[in-house]
């Protein structure tokens, strides 16, 4: 299939105004803001406030990016929605989110439970809708962490945030120097082996929802293997990120922005170490919003955009790791 003439039309971003500091997070848990630094470079993050849902998000999320590329809702033609954190078990958040934005009776679907990398999962189903019938996609990942994790579990509590980031995927004009926006390679993959590191493991037919499993507070977070994460994590976002270079014939020092999911700056200086990028070329924000999931990819984009780091026609690798394990690069033509 040929996906040349296909890429973002637009990006878009909403974070919640509530800033929860590690200052704020060493009154509640047994931990230091030097602790938090030192060990995942976060300083502060976002949480919803406690009427706003995923839909909330992704209406906000939503009509940014449609703004941004220059649409209404009733020109999308199919919606895609990666999120952990949904409006309920089910219907999908989709539903409720076509609904609110006023779309037309369009296919829409959520892509659950790939965690951190279900937007560059979401991004890859969207370019191949797109490219078979010159179709228009929204795509979003969404997460309200905080309404989910344990929040006695100084383990995992301090590390996420809440936000979302939308793209509309489909058809651009070509043009003669190819300098037009695309998405010029793309690579996912899943290691089903490691299914059980980081997960909710509550809630589904193995532990159906019980008193007991309310009384253990095991539907929130409980499973996380903070090390094994961070050596895959790295693995294969360096792997992802070196087959989307060599596929599109493009070298590192070609790549004007390094987007990786924003989980720990640790992570991310590791990665870009492996990749040989340059400090500059790395784009950084887990320092304001804490791991935001599937939404941390596309609010980094909008945020780089949006500060002048990149700019049209730039490349931008754009990486992600995720329960699952799941994993995903995609090389971008702005
Ligand atoms: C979780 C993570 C920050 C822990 O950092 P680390 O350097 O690996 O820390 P360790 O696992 O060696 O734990 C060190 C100690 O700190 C403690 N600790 C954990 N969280 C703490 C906190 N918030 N404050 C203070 N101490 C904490 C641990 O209990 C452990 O204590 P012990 O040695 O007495 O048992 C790090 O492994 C990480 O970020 N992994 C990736 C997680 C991730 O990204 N998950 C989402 C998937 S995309």
């Known amino acids: 299939m040929n996906f040349d003439h296909i890429g973002l039309l637009g990006i878009g971003s909403y974070v919640p105004e509530r800033v929860m500091t590690n200052a704020d997070w060493s009154e509640l848990v047994d931990t230091t803001d030097e602790w938090i630094i030192e060990r995942t470079g976060i300083r502060e993050r976002r949480y919803s406030s406690d009427d706003q849902t995923t839909t ?93 994790f344990d929040w006695e579990d100084r383990n995992t509590c301090i590390l996420f945030g809440d936000g979302a980031g939308a793209a ?44 007991d499993v309310a009384k253990k507070g095991l539907h929130k977070l409980t499973r996380m293997d903070g090390r094994e994460i961070f050596k895959e994590a790295v693995k294969h976002m360096c792997a992802a990120s070196t087959e989307v270079m060599e596929m599109a014939g493009v070298s590192s020092e070609e790549v004007k922005l390094f987007v990786p999911h924003q989980a720990n700056m640790r992570i991310i200086h590791s990665v870009a170490k492996h990749l040989g990028a340059p400090e500059e070329k790395v784009f950084i924000n887990v320092d304001r919003y804490g791991n935001t999931g599937s939404a941390s990819v596309p609010i980094a984009l909008c945020e780089a955009r949006d500060m002048g780091v990149v700019e049209s026609g730039d490349l931008v690798l754009c990486t992600a790791f995720g329960a699952g394990f799941h994993w995903g690069a995609a090389l971008l033509r702005l």
């Open 56 to 148: 909330d998000f992704g209406e906000y999320a939503g009509k940014a990016a449609l703004a941004d590329a220059g649409l209404e809702a009733v020109d999308i033609d199919e919606l895609i929605i990666a999120t952990d954190t949904p409006e309920m078990f089910f219907p999908d958040s989709a539903s409720f989110i076509q609904h609110r934005l006023g779309m037309g009776e369009i296919p829409a679907y959520d892509l659950a439970g790939s965690g951190c990398a279900g937007f560059i999962q979401a991004l890859d189903v969207a370019r191949s809708r797109a490219a078979c019938g010159d179709k228009k996609v929204l795509v979003m990942g969404i997460e309200l962490a905080s309404k989910f």
């Open 168 to 211: 509309v995927v489909g058809p651009v004009e070509a043009d003669a120097a190819a300098n037009h926006p695309s998405i010029l390679s793309l690579k996912t993959g899943t290691d089903g082996s490691r299914a059980d590191i980081l997960s909710r493991i509550a809630g589904g037919t193995r532990m159906p929802f019980s008193m």
